[in-house]
T-cell receptor, first 115, second 109 residues
Framework: EPEVTQTPSHQVTQMGQEVILRCVPI?????FYWYRQILGQKVEFLVS????????KSEIFDDQFSVERPDGSNFTLKIRSTKLEDSAMYFC?????????????FGPGTRLTVL | RKEVEQDPGPFNVPEGATVAFNCTYS??????FFWYRQDCRKEPKLLMS???SGNEDGRFTAQLNRASQYISLLIRDSKLSDSATYLC??????????FGPGTRLSVLP
């Protein structure tokens, strides 16, 4: 069964450093998403991406964040200068729904720890 | 602000019990509704989509009441493996999902 994969599973970084989180969505999917979940809190939407551009982004997704699909398979989230409050689990998701948010399939997540 | 509300629980039930979870959402324009389950420190996994007419998948039944902006999930004959957090998820009439805080279920032997 096809699945979304994410690397690394755990990333530890110093405050102020740049991190890149990587995702490989399901191959025939067209819509890609990043979410985050701070420990003990709910899952929060960051950004959606379709046709090589951002479709929507939340208030959390400020100038420190960027996304890219550098090739036909990877989808990355970059945080330029990490803050302590960026520590969270980051989930990538993908869906194949045209015209709306269909069922989204989530990767196993990257746990980001900012020291 | 678009919100999805759930009773956080925990719901502690014996094996074999029937348990029901409720969820309310604030955006009347929402079109898509889902239940996901999340095990501790794992990713959300789709349990079922929720359709206007209600739908059933084995021991799980989901209902949607658009007028009251209310979604429910019923689990019959609970198994130990049903222990997880159940997330109510609603679209905000865009491309993104709004997640509820989740309801924690513990099924006890």
């Amino acid at each position: 069964e096809p699945e979304v994969t994410q690397t690394p599973s755990h990333q530890v970084t110093q405050m102020g450093q740049e991190v890149i989180l990587r995702c490989v969505p399901i191959s025939n999917h067209l819509y890609f998403y990043w979410y985050r979940q701070i420990l003990g809190q709910k899952v929060e939407f960051l950004v959606s991406f379709y046709n090589n551009e951002i479709s929507e982004k939340s208030e959390i997704f400020d100038d420190q964040f960027s996304v890219e699909r550098p090739d036909g398979s990877n989808f990355t989230l970059k945080i330029r200068s990490t803050k302590l409050e960026d520590s969270a689990m980051y989930f990538c998701a993908s869906s194949d729904a045209a015209g709306g948010p269909g069922e989204q399939f989530f990767g196993p997540g990257t746990r980001l720890t900012v020291l | 602000r678009k919100e999805v509300e759930q009773d956080p629980g925990p719901f502690n039930v014996p094996e074999g019990a029937t348990v029901a979870f409720n969820c309310t959402y604030s955006n009347s324009a929402s079109q898509s509704f889902f239940w996901y389950r999340q095990d501790c420190r794992k990713e959300p996994k789709l349990l079922m989509s929720v359709y206007s007419s209600g739908n059933e998948d084995g021991r799980f039944t989901a209902q949607l009441n658009r007028a009251s902006q209310y979604i429910s999930l019923l689990i019959r004959d609970s198994k130990l493996s049903d222990s997880a957090t159940y997330l109510c998820v609603v679209d905000d009439y865009g491309q993104n999902f709004v997640f509820g805080p989740g309801t924690r279920l513990s099924v006890l032997p």
